[in-house]
């Protein structure tokens, strides 16, 4: 099994940016697909991004298409979310998580989770 924990999270003006990471241990993160999901209050957690083991594929949601970037430094033990241009519905708790197949965008899908990381977007 593979530990994952988030950080990076914080408070932003709308326009601004964040990276965040999820740092791995127990196993090397390099043989699991990755992924980002996140969760608004009251809402249910949703799909962000994915990348592949070695990170040649990478998937968004259309909802931040253009502004975050997934990308992983597997020598690291490190997945990355660069989110740019940020929007006060970006604002949620965002986990990493990491299963051992091809890309998904599905919940479900995922064997191991991070606890979150906080991120509000202010207007």
């Known amino acids: 099994q593979v530990q994952l924990v988030e950080s990076g999270g914080g408070l932003v003006q709308a326009g601004g940016s964040l990276r965040l990471s999820c740092a791995a241990s127990g196993r090397t993160l390099s043989v699991y697909t990755m992924g980002w999901f996140r969760q608004a209050p009251g809402k249910e957690r949703e799909f962000v991004a994915t990348?592949?083991?070695?990170?040649?594929?990478?998937s968004y949601s259309d909802s931040v298409k253009g502004r975050f970037t997934i990308s992983r430094d597997n020598a690291a033990n490190t997945l990355y979310l660069q989110m740019n241009s940020l929007k006060p519905e970006d604002t949620a708790v965002y986990y990493c998580a990491a299963r051992s197949g091809g890309m998904s965008a599905v919940e479900g899908d995922y064997g191991n989770w991070g606890q979150g990381t906080q991120v509000t977007v202010s207007s």
């Open positions: 990348i592949t083991w070695m990170g040649s594929r990478k």
